[in-house]
């Protein structure tokens, strides 16, 4: 009797496959063991036959993502299939990664990885589906299916889980995709080319952004919506607002902060030449509206209660992320007027931290963005507002910088604008190569001619526009450095697109701003890699407020959206120096380049 080789065996497998007409045909234990990937064609990759599982799926219905939306009364069948690997030399390793392939019929030689949020990866396998892609996820080899990274991330006090860390960081994502398309192709019997695709926003954008920086070579098409990157500066930034209030010793009710932001909108709404609830034009504002004059206006809140997401999610649909930093408060009546107290914390927030010598740390928040993290809470015993240390921020203070097992800060006590700049610093240099996540030289991706549509909420008030913007420019410097600005741009635009959503929050839509918000960024990116089509100005919807049900087309960065006529939604995209201007930023206080 002759004896197959491993490889081919799968040839074989994978041969029969092809002339399968049904998913219960393919989708068995022994015929996912028979197409496997032989194990030394994945170099640092062993997968374990003895530990698949696979089961079809009939009729099912997905849910929208953070980052998309798609037709609740779809159904879709698949293969459900799981199976554990193990990498050369490491003792007591085991990942398990999960995929769900589309029936035959449905198949349309794609491949799809959708990002998480938070501290963790994804758990669904099927966010592919809606476009004929096979999805894939992974437990991140610390069993992320029912963990959150920062539960791992320390081994106890001051060790860290640097195996959890670069795993999460991109590792696991990346060898998910690698073996999910070798898996593919086996399993529907094809050497017909796999269009590879990432979509994520938040921890999910940053996640996208990994993939295009460490993995670039794999992906045709990213997604990253506002990203989590730049993780020293974002995640201690999360303090910097509690630490203005401690600074300037006033705790504001939170309904003083909102009324602080509903003048501001109000005041900045018609720059962009359109009154309709939305400043479409963050920059004008910052430029022109004066916060002072919002002093001495009154303003009055019901009692009511409610919950705080731990990310800032801006009513996304997340998982688990509330984990980490989920609150729920009663609040009483306010009423009052505004006091220059309020607004010089407003301000000092929107300004961005500063260190003492007049160096800058970071950048903050667009002016009219909502003051999330500067929530304070009603202390019923004393009948005062106090402080609160949003957790988001302080677990990374405890648990990243000073490696300390602690879920938050207890207090503020003796940290100044120059202790976040040293957080941040030391941070940065810890995990320059894993969690910072801003490589901003992009060739791998950019030669093997992958695609990136980058999209940032203007308003979003938990990872700031101009951390997308920044990153932006500093892909632009390093891959065009020779380049007058505006030849950079065009060139940047053959592969890369970024779009600023106006008035958007994080992720999604702003309960303040009925502004539009992308629902299509997976059919645009589709048509930009297998049909040529760029998306010279993005599709979005506003799904509230006057002008519901308008479709706006959003404008590539740097043009800015300005109206000429306030009754249509078409508007034309200007070139503004001084509006750019107002976007760039030095982080002056780091020695490090800050990309």
Not at 1 to 27: F, H, N, P, W, Y
Not at 248 to 268: D, G, H, R, S
Not at 312 to 326: E, F, I, L, N
């Amino acid at each position: 009797m002759v004896k197959l080789s491993r490889t081919a065996g799968t040839a074989l497998a994978a041969a029969a496959a092809a002339s399968a007409t049904s998913l219960e045909d393919i989708c068995s234990v022994s015929n996912i063991q028979s197409l496997l990937p032989a194990n030394g064609t994945l170099l640092g990759i062993e997968l374990l036959p003895s530990t698949v599982t696979a089961s079809p799926v009939y009729n099912a219905t997905i849910s929208g993502s953070m980052t998309s939306t798609t037709n609740s009364s779809a159904t879709y069948s698949y293969c459900n299939v799981t199976v554990t690997y193990t990498r050369p030399g490491k003792e007591d390793d085991s990942v398990v990664v999960w995929y769900g392939f589309p029936s035959p019929t449905d198949f349309k030689n794609r491949f799809y990885v959708g990002g998480g949020g938070g501290y963790t990866i994804s758990t669904s396998a099927t966010g592919g589906l809606p476009y004929g892609a096979v999805t894939g996820t992974t437990d991140v080899g610390y069993d992320g299916f029912s963990k959150s990274y920062d539960e791992v991330v320390l081994y106890g006090n001051g060790s860290i889980n640097w195996d959890a860390t670069y795993m999460f960081a991109y590792q696991a994502l990346g060898e998910t995709t690698l073996i999910g398309k070798a898996l593919t192709k086996n399993f529907y019997g094809t050497s017909d080319k796999i269009y590879t695709y990432f979509e994520g926003c938040s921890d999910g954008g940053r996640e996208a952004m990994s993939q295009v920086q460490r993995w670039g070579a794999e992906y045709d098409g990213v997604v990253a919506g506002a990203p989590a990157f730049r993780y020293a500066q974002q995640q201690v930034n999360h303090v910097f607002s509690a630490t203005v209030l401690h600074t300037l010793e006033y705790n504001p009710p939170p309904c003083e902060l909102e009324k602080i932001v509903n003048l501001t909108i109000a005041a900045c709404d018609p720059l962009d030449g359109r009154t309709d609830g939305v400043v479409s034009r963050t920059d004008l504002c910052k430029m022109n509206f004066n916060l002072n004059s919002t002093i001495g206006e009154s303003y009055y809140c019901a009692a009511e209660n409610s919950t705080s997401l731990g990310f800032g999610y801006s009513g996304a649909k997340v998982k688990r992320q509330q984990t980490t930093g989920s609150t729920t408060s009663s609040t009483p009546e306010q009423s009052g007027t505004v006091s220059a107290e309020a607004v010089a914390v407003a301000q000092a927030i929107y300004d961005g931290l500063v260190g003492s010598d007049g160096k800058r740390g970071y950048l903050s928040y667009q002016t009219a963005c909502t003051f999330d993290d500067a929530a304070t809470t009603y202390d019923d015993t004393t009948g005062q507002w106090e402080l609160s240390i949003p957790s988001t921020g302080g677990e990374f203070v405890t648990k990243f910088i000073q490696l300390q097992d602690l879920d938050n800060l207890s207090s503020l006590d003796n940290v100044t604008y120059d202790t976040l700049i040293d957080w941040m610093n030391t941070a940065m240099v810890r995990y320059l190569d894993s969690l910072q996540t801003t490589l901003p030289d992009l060739t791998p991706f950019q030669s093997s001619g992958g695609k990136l549509l980058h999209y940032h909420g203007e308003s979003d008030p938990s990872i700031p526009s101009g951390s997308s913007v920044h990153y932006f420019d500093s892909v632009r410097k390093t891959m065009y450095p020779e380049m007058a600005y505006n030849e950079s741009v065009e060139a940047l635009g053959d592969w890369y697109r970024f779009f600023l959503v106006p008035g958007a929050a994080h992720c999604g839509v702003n309960s303040l701003q009925p502004g539009p918000y992308p629902q299509t960024n997976m059919d645009t990116i589709i048509a930009w890699v297998e049909q040529g089509v760029a998306p010279e100005r993005l599709n979005a919807s506003v799904s509230s407020g006057s002008y519901a049900g308008e479709t706006q087309m959003l404008c590539q960065w740097p043009l800015r959206p300005k109206w000429s006529d306030n009754s249509t939604s078409e508007f034309d995209c200007v070139y503004d120096q001084e509006a750019i201007d107002n976007w760039t930023y030095e982080f002056d206080a780091f020695k490090h380049p800050v990309y």
